[in-house]
């Protein structure tokens, strides 16, 4: 079993839609929970980063992470066309080289 | 702003080459990571170096070497590469704290023939 498993999708949405995207994890010690937006033929950028338990909002984005069912998410409000991408969800224990295990990453696209 | 660059953005090499991969951070990390991402693998940690000279295998660094002789810069090294080395490798860097995540560069497209 992978420590952290993801859907690869693909998830097609009509633009305005509301996106999930969902991960689960295996090690409860995972304290540090994080989403990485990959458009085609770039590097991963950081998108949300929480953690422990609870929810963080950024703009359209919000991250909910629940420990207790080790459960990731991520929701995308009025999904847009160049939200197209994509999206990796990565968990780490923390410490200082904190290394990250990371999903195999969804691809999303949003169609206008 | 962070910034990890890494030295080409395709490579075409032919199977037995030495093969270097650079990368630079500019934020004074003191981690750095090479990966490489495949379709349905997602990222596996091939290396990674938490300081200057220090190195520590990760879940994939059979036919790999590193090498970190400063701390802004992290080479990836294919002894000998082979055609199943194909892949898109991505160097990403940290800081020593705890709640730092990683930051990444733009990849290198690798195609070994």
């Known amino acids: 079993q992978k420590e952290v498993e993801q859907d690869p999708g693909p998830l097609s949405v009509p633009e305005g839609a509301i996106v999930s995207l969902n991960c689960t994890y295996s090690n409860s010690a995972f304290q540090y929970f994080m989403w990485y937006r990959q458009y085609s033929r770039k590097g991963p950028e950081l998108l949300m980063y929480t953690y422990s338990s609870g929810n963080k909002e950024d703009g359209r984005f919000t991250a909910q992470v629940d420990k207790s069912s080790k459960y990731i998410s991520l929701f995308i409000r009025d999904s847009q066309p160049s939200d197209s991408a994509t999206y990796l969800c990565?968990?780490?224990?923390?410490?200082?080289?904190?290394?990250?295990?990371f999903g195999t990453g969804t691809l999303l696209a949003v169609q206008p | 702003d962070v910034k990890v660059t890494q030295s080409s953005r395709y490579l075409v090499k032919r199977t037995g080459e030495k093969v270097f991969l650079e990368c630079v951070q500019d934020m004074d990390h003191e981690n750095m990571f090479w990966y490489r991402q495949d379709p349905g693998l997602g990222l596996r940690l091939i290396y990674f170096s938490y300081d200057v000279k220090m190195k520590e295998k990760g879940d994939i660094p059979e036919g790999y070497s590193v090498s970190r002789e400063k701390k802004e810069r992290f080479s990836l090294i294919l002894e000998s590469a082979s055609t199943n080395q194909t892949s898109m490798y991505l160097c990403a860097s940290s800081s020593g704290l705890s709640q730092e995540t990683q930051y990444f560069g733009p990849g290198t497209r690798l195609l070994v023939l």
């Open positions: 990565a968990s780490s224990y923390g410490g200082a080289t904190n290394k990250l295990i």
